[in-house]
């Protein structure tokens, strides 16, 4: 129960980040953004993995990710708590927007309640792992991923590697989008692939544990 109560108190933090700073507003830019480009030809499933999976790593940026959150989480271990507390409520305060996100952008372009579920899973591993990352690189580290998963997250990785005279750049582009938390991976949830499921789920708790990694080391 203590540790349920941590994670709540980490979680709570979400609401304040939502209507007193700009997440929300960028939230719903990105919504409307995504909901726009459907009507120019992109694929409404891809459009829904992006609302995830881009929801997820901005509501990290906004809440996990610059000097003053790292010192609040500094901050927060003087508290009765524990790093792997604290990085799961970090986690479960960005699942929540980023989920009413794939929400709204999927009513808006035709709910399919497959599309609803592998989005929502994307943005729970994508989301974990951008935890991972933001606590010990910071902003540019969470930017950086913001444009590799926008730009080439969506990419199957036989589609860099049937390019002629791969090189070593390309091989290990390839490998990440093979092992990482990557969009067309998480595409086959919709159809029921348990597989590609189980990789997000990975995906979800090994950036968690990792963040609590991280965290611990604030100490």
């Known amino acids: ?39 120019r030809g992109l694929d409404p499933l891809t459009a829904a993995l992006l609302a995830g999976a881009l929801g997820a790593i901005t509501v990290v940026a906004a809440s996990a990710s610059s000097e003053r959150d790292h010192a609040a989480l500094t901050t927060a271990l003087t508290h009765p708590t524990t790093p792997l507390a604290v990085a799961t409520g970090r986690w479960l305060a960005m699942i929540v927007p980023a989920t009413a996100l794939v929400i709204g952008c999927t009513v808006a372009i035709g709910w399919r309640t497959g599309t609803v579920l592998a989005s929502v899973v994307a943005a729970a591993a994508v989301g974990g792992c951008a935890l991972a990352v933001a606590v010990p690189l910071g902003t540019s580290g969470v930017l950086t991923l913001f444009i590799l998963m926008a730009v080439a997250g969506a990419i199957a990785p036989e589609h860099l590697v049937d390019l002629a005279r791969p090189g070593v750049v390309r091989w290990a582009a ?30 979800t708790g090994l950036g968690i544990l990792l963040a609590s990694g991280f965290v611990a080391r604030r100490r």
């Open 1 to 39: 129960m203590r540790f349920l109560r941590c994670v709540h108190a980490e979680f709570l933090l979400v609401a304040p980040r939502l209507t007193r700073t700009r997440l929300g507003v960028a939230l719903l830019t990105l919504g409307i953004a995504l909901v726009w480009l459907t009507t």
């Open 174 to 203: 390839a490998s990440a989008l093979e092992l990482g938390p990557a969009l067309w991976h998480y595409r086959d949830i919709a159809t029921g692939d348990v597989g590609a499921l189980l990789h997000a789920v990975a995906w």
